[in-house]
């Protein structure tokens, strides 16, 4: 067979158009998943975790995904954004706040065919998923080295709503604490925002005039820990991300977000078709959050610390064992239960020893 | 030497029509630099920004939806201005439009009750505002209190009673202690005009009153009254206009106007009560009264050009990716070229050499 030079070229542009082709229908049917997120990705804390999760899963599957990210998005303004991203075609949208739970279930109604994800949230749909960290695995640990640090054996709280998160996260930094030092109290501000470097600070200036020197804080900012740093004899935690270059002198360790791996698998169950909606809770032993290098500390007190991370990772320990008892003085579960998930995403009471009145 | 701005006596012809070509020129100018400097196509860009917004009927919807509560309030805000009274706290008489409509709402909530519940929501929620606005009237008639810092400052009181509201007494039972009332019953919430938008009656309902505003300032003796008053004071009271008295009429309207776009906000679009249900109407009406030249008309056009450009910057995250900061310093741009242009139309600048003592 005579493969003449004519046919030679005609097969190569051929097969340089099936190459074409095929990039323009990879980059056709690439999924376009959306991020709305409830801050500016320069928070340092969960907004910006959650688009460094982002880019990784760009980084990931390449040229099987893109991505559209809004910031800063305002629950009535939520509506507007979440459509306008299912109408430039997103598929699989992200929303990161549980303030935007309840509007999310009501848009997601709305648009059946896209699937979407939301970052703490108290119920699933058909096309509705959940997802969030067991982060009180994190505030376990904070409460054991802030019993360790405190001299004036006072925890200082930047709480943010009185949301089951929030309060299970300060019940269970006190059970850290107590495991410590029975005697240890703690003293929370209520800011009402989740990101407000302000606030935040003066939320910490407060706590710290009311002779709190460990300050924990729910909120994303890096402005507690900061101030901590300014005033010096008091120590924080960073929250979200690692915050130690914030408050050299100041910081004992952070929770660090992890989202990357868990936007990547959903959006390859996406797809290849097999997302289901789901209820994913993570632990510290999952890789959905870790917890930075602890600092200014003693090697015993991160001995410790290490050894209380690792068996909660392991699932050896186990912060909501009973007995636990409401600040009323009613018995929620005897000793020898645990509490379940559900019963964890619901805690709307105080322990019994902690004085904190709920906004 | 220092350097004074005068009004001019008469605006030359040529400025009059060059000002408005550079007012939309230079910012148009602004955004291709800027564009281009982020290393997006200019040309694409620009048509995210002020054209797609406008380009198909939800984009339209969603615009108007955002223009209802600005013109509203920017139309009691101009018939202020107009008579030199300066409301600086629309802000706060909207939170209390949303509040005393919403409360409507809360009571009724888990009942069925007629088709009166939402014209009663709309009433109440326009007394509340006038009444909160009355406030800073009476201050300034009977004390002569500054309205503007007394305004102002009932904003803040405005904005905690709402703030205690929803996390006090109206707070959802079933809502994880989030600070927010239940969503509104159906019957609560503002009909929808249209299928696949989220346009309501509210819209129609700000048409109406611009209307009613342009043949007010236009047509009446009042709209004559009020515009005496504030440009020639001295005058009105020669004419037998009682100064007072149009303080606290003005301030009255412009506090209704307000209320009543803060419950059709709250009705509208949010559909529940929560401390962020404005993101700052009352004081973006402040610009969109004075690029509409204080003109109900005026302020139409001026509140659907800032309805566009907030909702162009939208666009601009999702569809160019760029970031939110961008998407304000271009609107940021926007609104000092069109005011600069404004004013040198206007006024004219002049060095004036200063005598020695």
């Known amino acids: 067979m005579n493969i003449t030079r004519r046919q030679t070229l005609t097969g190569a542009s051929a097969l340089a158009g099936t190459a074409i082709g095929a990039e323009q229908a990879a980059a056709q049917s690439a999924l376009n998943v959306g991020f709305i997120l409830i801050g500016p990705v ?36 939520f509506d507007r954004v979440a459509t306008q991203l299912v109408r430039t075609g997103c598929r ?12 999310t279930q009501r848009v997601a109604a709305a648009n059946p065919n896209v699937m979407w994800e939301s ?37 200082g709280y930047v709480a943010t709503f009185p949301v089951p998160e929030v309060i299970h996260a300060i019940n269970t930094v006190m059970r850290g604490a107590w495991s410590v030092d029975p005697s240890i109290r703690i003293r929370v501000v209520w800011i009402s925002a989740w990101f407000n470097p302000g ?50 002198r100041a910081h004992l360790t952070s929770s660090i977000n992890s989202w990357g791996d868990y936007y990547v698998s959903r959006a390859r169950a996406v797809l290849d078709g097999s997302w289901r909606p789901a209820d994913t809770w993570g632990g510290l032993g999952s890789g959905m959050f870790s917890l930075a290098a602890f600092t200014n500390m003693t090697p015993e007190e991160v001995s410790e610390a290490t050894r209380i991370r690792d068996a909660l990772a392991a699932g050896t320990l186990h912060p909501f064992d009973g007995p636990i008892t409401r600040a009323d003085g009613t018995l929620v579960i005897p000793a020898g239960q645990r509490l379940t998930d559900d019963q964890i995403r619901a805690q709307n009471y105080f322990y019994q020893g902690i004085d904190v009145a709920m906004p | 030497m220092r350097l004074v701005m005068e009004k001019r006596s008469e605006t030359p012809l040529w400025l009059m029509v060059v000002s408005p070509l550079i007012a939309v020129g230079l910012p148009v100018l602004a955004a291709i630099i800027m564009f281009t400097l982020l290393g997006k196509d200019p040309a694409r860009a620009l048509y995210v920004y002020f054209i797609d917004p406008i380009s198909d009927s939800w984009g339209l919807q969603e615009v ?87 305004s102002l400052m009932l904003v803040y009181v405005a904005e905690y009673l709402l703030d205690y509201l929803v996390r006090g007494p109206w707070r959802d039972p079933g809502g994880f202690n989030m600070p927010q009332t239940v969503i509104f019953e159906p019957e609560a919430v503002l009909p929808l ?16 009153m611009v209307v009613a505003f342009a043949i007010l300032m236009g047509r009446t003796l009042k709209g004559f009254e009020i515009r005496l008053v504030g440009e020639a004071p001295r005058a009105a009271r020669f004419a037998g206009f009682s100064e007072k008295g149009l303080v606290l009429t003005v301030f009255a309207i412009s506090g209704a106007l307000a209320g009543l776009a803060g419950m059709l906000e709250a009705a509208g679009t949010v559909k529940q009560l929560q401390p962020g249900i404005s993101p ?46 961008a998407t304000r310093v271009l609107q940021g741009l926007l609104l000092f070229f069109v005011l600069a242009c404004d004013s040198l139309l206007l006024y004219r600048f002049r060095f004036v050499r200063e005598a020695r003592a």
């Open chain 2, 193 to 208: 005009l249209m299928e696949g938008g989220r346009l309501n009656i509210g819209t129609p309902i700000m048409l109406v």
């Open chain 2, 280 to 325: 700052g109407y009352g004081f973006t009406a402040i610009i969109v009264a004075f690029l509409g030249r204080l003109n109900p008309v005026g302020c139409l056009v001026a509140g659907i050009f800032i309805a566009i450009t907030f909702i162009g910057g939208e666009n601009a995250q999702i569809m160019l990716r760029l970031p939110l900061d």
């Open chain 1, 119 to 155: 970052a703490t949230g108290t119920a699933t749909a058909a096309n509705l998923a959940i997802y969030n960290a067991r982060f009180y695995e994190g505030r376990y640990v904070q409460g054991v080295i802030a019993a360790r640090k405190s001299r004036s054996k006072t925890i």
């Open chain 2, 64 to 150: 108007a939806v955002k223009a209802t509560p600005l013109v509203l309030i920017a139309l009691g805000l101009a018939v202020c201005y107009r008579a030199n009274v300066w409301n600086i706290g629309a802000e706060g008489q909207f939170l209390l439009g949303a509040m005393a409509g919403g409360w409507l709402a809360v009571i009724t909530h888990g009942s069925t009750q007629g088709p009166w519940l939402l014209p009663a929501m709309m009433m109440l929620g326009a007394l509340a505002g006038a009444c909160w606005a009355l406030i800073p009237g009476v201050l300034r008639t009977r004390f002569g209190a500054n309205e503007i810092l007394t």
């Open chain 1, 92 to 103: 699989l949208i992200f929303t990161t706040s549980f303030s935007y739970f309840a509007p």
């Open chain 1, 199 to 248: 606030r935040e600070a003066d939320a910490a200036r407060a706590l710290i005039d009311q002779g709190c020197d460990v300050i924990c804080q729910h909120t994303d900012s890096p402005a507690p820990l900061q101030l901590a740093e300014q005033r010096g004899n008091v120590f924080g935690f960073g929250q979200a991300s690692d915050m130690t270059r914030f408050a050299p």
């Open chain 1, 42 to 77: 320069g928070d340092f804390g969960w907004s910006t975790m959650h688009d460094v999760g982002r880019r990784r899963m760009e980084s990931v599957l390449g040229n099987r995904v893109t991505s559209t990210q809004v910031e800063a998005v305002a629950p009535p303004d």
